[in-house]
């Protein structure tokens, strides 16, 4: 069993939807979480990053974490075509700077 | 956050040969890592890039494989060692400010092996 479960999709939505992208993890010593959206021919660049438990906001984007779950969720709102990446949740445990696992990545398409 | 460059961007490699790949960051870091990333999957950690000593490789990746240098806590390089065509990847350097930091990424090397 992988630690880290993402569905790969591939999802498509329309112009201005809500996004929901999920994540479930097997090992409770993850405590710090991450999202990271990688464009085609790109590395991933960090979107968003949450400690424990909780939310977080950024712009269209809200992070959430809930660790009794083992259950990570990234939404975006009003979607845009330029949102169109692979989304991937990674997490590490001791510190944040310490060594990731990632999920497998979500690919995403908005239509305009 | 730091501006990471990866050398080369990508390379088309014969079987049995080595390539080197050159991680480059524009301010002091304290943590650098490689990754992988294979066609259609997720990143896997190679090993975290130690400056001043020998890195310290994940399982299933070994050092005469994969050595890594870091001279100094702006640069490492990553050489790719007697390549088979089931190295074929994405290769990808990761860094991080200090060790409460999150990590940045190039936009990696992309290593084909005929």
């Known amino acids: 069993q992988k630690e880290v479960e993402q569905d790969p999709g591939p999802l498509s939505v329309p112009e201005g939807a809500i996004v929901s992208l999920n994540c479930t993890y097997s090992?409770?010593?993850?405590?710090?979480f991450m999202w990271y959206r990688q464009y085609s021919r790109k590395g991933p660049e960090l979107l968003m990053y949450t400690y424990s438990s909780g939310n977080k906001e950024d712009g269209r984007f809200t992070a959430q974490v809930d660790k009794s779950s083992k259950y990570i969720s990234l939404f975006i709102r009003d979607s845009q075509p330029s949102d169109s990446a692979t989304y991937l949740c990674?997490?590490?445990?001791?510190?944040?700077?310490?060594?990731?696992?990632f999920g497998e990545g979500t690919q995403l398409t908005v239509n305009p | 956050s730091a501006v990471i460059s990866q050398k080369p961007s990508r390379d088309i490699c014969q079987r049995g040969t080595s390539l080197t790949i050159q991680c480059q960051v524009d301010s002091q870091v304290t943590m650098m890592f490689w990754y992988r990333q294979q066609p259609g999957q997720s990143l896997t950690l190679i090993a975290t890039a130690n400056q001043g000593s020998e890195a310290t490789y994940e399982s299933g990746f070994v050092i005469d494989k994969f050595p890594i240098s870091r001279p100094n806590l702006t640069f490492s390089t990553l050489t790719v060692s007697n390549m088979s065509p089931e190295d074929s990847s994405i290769y990808l350097c990761?860094?991080?400010?200090?060790?409460?930091?999150?990590?940045?990424f190039g936009d990696g090397t992309r290593l084909s092996i005929l």
């Open positions: 990674a997490m590490s445990g001791e510190t944040s700077g310490s060594r990731l696992t």
């Open positions: 990761s860094v991080g400010r200090d060790s409460n930091q999150p990590q940045h």
């Open positions: 090992n409770s010593a993850f405590q710090y």
